[in-house]
């Protein structure tokens, strides 16, 4: 047993589990490249998201490289079942389990990190299944900073806020957009798409925008002045992404 435990731990094993480890890490930086150019425009998916999918599609592909170091190298027998057909079934299966997390409120998107920290964690098991315990161990981590400190670090970094914003009027007392954009911008807010709806038999017109701010705004003035608004109807402020 003690020999077989050591067999995970050779020399040669280690050494593949270094290159694994490299493709893990260059993919781990390319995902946050990748990632912080979405989160900059405030796409729903940021660094987290495109860092975790990036590496864990790595993990994956070069550990396909070296079908001879699984499981220690202790398996050049005849009739040893090729693992990456259970690699694509799990896979395969986690993606559903991803999206069963990923809910849609409004405007906004959460779950994103979530469903990415869950697939990159099945990628995770995989490489202990096949015996690449330093990668696995080294990606766990590699997860975890990603987790943890990315969030913070995107938004430390310059990056752009979007905001969706619902103005509800009566038909008659519904204010033209020019005058909507310039309350909008004296609050550090600009106007980036419209949509123009008119409800409940033509009685009540709803401004659907979506908000953007160059720095992070201070979304608090904006909901005061429009509380205070006699003719708006109804508001809803959320943000883009979660």
């Known amino acids: 047993m003690i020999d077989l435990i050591q067999a995970y731990w050779s020399l040669p094993e280690l050494k593949v589990n270094g290159l694994i480890l490299a493709h893990m890490l260059g993919a781990l930086a390319a ?5 912080y150019e979405r989160s900059y425009h405030g796409r729903a998916a940021g660094l987290r998201t ?13 550990v396909n490289g070296y079908p001879s170091m699984w499981y220690a190298g202790l398996t050049d027998t005849p009739g040893v079942a090729d693992p990456t057909r259970a690699i694509q079934g799990i896979m395969t299966g986690i993606g559903f389990l ?15 990190s979530t469903a990415a920290s869950i697939w990159v964690t099945a990628a995770i098991g995989i490489l202990i299944g096949v015996g690449f315990y330093a990668a696995a161990i ?6 975890v900073a990603v987790m943890s400190i990315a969030g913070g670090i995107e938004q430390a970094l310059p990056h752009q806020t979007v905001l969706h914003l619902t103005l509800s009027y009566s038909h008659e007392n519904t204010p033209a957009a020019d005058e909507i954009r310039t309350m909008l911008e004296s609050h550090g807010f600009v106007v980036r798409d419209w949509t123009f709806k008119l409800k409940e038999g033509g009685h009540r017109f709803d401004y659907q925008m979506v908000l953007l701010a160059d720095r992070e705004p201070a979304p608090m003035a904006l909901v005061d002045h429009l509380s205070k608004a006699q003719a708006l109807q109804g508001f809803s402020l959320t943000p883009a992404r979660s």
């Open 98 to 112: 991803g999206a069963g997390v990923i809910m849609k409120e409004g405007f906004s998107i959460r779950g994103l």
């Open 31 to 35: 995902g946050l490249v990748i990632g």
């Open 50 to 62: 495109y860092s975790l999918v990036c590496m864990a599609s790595a993990g994956l592909t070069v």
């Open 138 to 143: 080294v990606g766990a981590l590699a997860t």
